[in-house]
Each structure stands twice: as structure tokens, then as C-alpha cells.
């Protein structure tokens, strides 16, 4: 038996397994720009750091006044992000590290993501991350995105996991308030290192501060078997 006994490990995707916030922006840069915000900066899309894509292009088309249909918006900013994740998208060095440490226990891992399934699996295939994380939720899979905690209850629920078993990998303060509304543990690795002192973040069971350049697989794997054993 597994030193970590029942544990399950949800991880967040973008901005925690991979660094494909990039891609979001620049989708989302492209679309805007079509249709008539030309100066949407990084600086205003980290505003929208972990909330799922549908409920971003909701609140564009509310905050810049678009009247395009919101399913126009959602398909070509979702199309031009797969295009740009195909093309790049690294995962994190330590973070698939700490996956592969957690699969080689016999861990149960599973994905949940407020992406489309298809940029989920083209990211999960193209990191060779789908060799170790082969349960997903998607943003279509629930009826509510972060921060409810739809997409981390249905992923226990496919991992056959009760949620107080669940440890919940996220870089977003929407994420974090989404685990600690499952009931869940949460290790926090904050993409926006500014948003470290968010609320959200002060639920998190760990909170990385430091973001991915603090963020070690040994450290994670190490806390995650004392909290086991100390249990």
C-alpha cells in the first residue's frame, strides 16, 4: 500500500502543471483586438488569471461593451489558443517532477481545468503529461467554474476519491477558494506573485509564495508524506 494511504492529487493546468498563460493572453489579445479593444495588456489579463474561459469572455463583453454572441467570442479566442498551445506550451520543470513522484506511489492524479477539453488534451499530449494524469474536468464537464467547486468535486468523484482526501494543486486565487470550497487541502504556487497576500491564498494548507521559482518537487512530496503519516 501506498505511503500516502487514500490521498488524491487534483492539479489546476494552466499557470501550475504548464506555463501557458502566455497563450491565454495572446489569444485573448488577438480576439479583443478584432473587435475594437486594441490595448488589452498584460497587466489587465492577469485579472483574469484563473477564471475559467467562458466566464473571461463573459466579463469582456460586459467590461468592454462587445456585442459579438459570447459563443463567437469563446470559439475564436479557444481556436487561437489551441493553435498557440500545439505550438508551445512547457511544462513546469519541478511540477512534472512532483507528478511523476506521485505516480511511481500509485497516487490517483487527476486534472481539473477551466480550459476547454480539447486544450487539455493537447497540452496533457504534447508535455507527454498524459502518461500520469489520464482523469480530466474541463470547464464543459460543470455547471459552475472556479472559484465553485464544481471541477475539483467531479474530478474526486471520477478518482473514486472522498474530498478530504483530496489535495488540490493551484496557482489562482480563484482555484484556491474553489478547493477550500470542495473541502479540500490546497497547495497554493501563486502564478501572480503580487496576489500571494489574496485572501484566497490564506485558506491554502501551503502556500508557495514564491510562486514556480520556489516551488520544489522534494518539498511538495515531503509535506504531502508527513501530513499523511502525521494523520
Not at 203 to 220: I, K, Y
Request: with cysteine; hydrophobic share 45%; proline share 6%.
Amino acid at each position: 500500500m501506498s505511503t500516502f494511504g487514500s490521498l488524491a492529487v487534483i492539479f489546476d493546468l494552466d499557470g501550475t502543471l504548464v506555463d501557458s498563460e502566455p497563450n491565454y493572453y495572446e489569444a485573448s489579445r488577438q480576439t479583443l483586438a478584432e473587435h475594437g479593444v486594441p490595448d488589452f495588456g498584460w497587466a489587465e489579463h492577469e485579472s483574469y488569471v484563473g477564471v475559467s474561459t467562458p466566464e473571461s469572455v463573459a466579463l469582456w463583453r460586459e467590461r468592454y461593451g462587445l456585442r459579438a454572441p459570447l459563443k463567437e467570442l469563446l470559439d475564436a479566442t479557444n481556436r487561437r489558443y489551441l493553435e498557440l498551445a500545439r505550438a508551445h506550451t512547457p511544462a513546469y520543470p519541478e511540477m512534472r517532477k512532483f507528478v511523476e513522484l506521485l505516480a511511481a506511489e500509485g497516487v490517483p492524479l487527476a486534472v481539473a481545468s477551466g480550459s476547454c477539453p480539447e486544450a487539455i488534451e493537447a497540452i496533457l499530449a504534447g508535455t507527454g503529461l498524459d502518461a500520469f494524469l489520464r482523469t480530466m474536468v474541463s470547464a464543459d464537464d460543470v455547471t459552475h467554474g472556479k472559484p465553485a467547486p464544481d471541477v475539483f468535486l467531479e474530478a474526486a468523484r471520477r478518482l473514486g476519491a472522498h474530498r478530504a482526501d483530496c489535495v488540490v494543486l493551484e496557482d489562482a486565487a480563484p482555484g484556491a477558494a474553489a478547493a477550500h470550497a470542495a473541502g479540500m487541502r490546497c497547495i497554493a504556487v501563486p502564478y501572480v506573485a503580487a496576489q500571494a497576500d489574496s485572501p484566497e491564498f490564506a485558506t491554502a494548507d501551503l502556500l508557495v509564495r514564491g510562486g514556480q521559482a520556489e516551488f520544489t518537487a522534494q518539498s511538495a512530496y515531503a509535506w504531502l508524506r508527513d501530513s499523511a503519516t502525521s494523520a
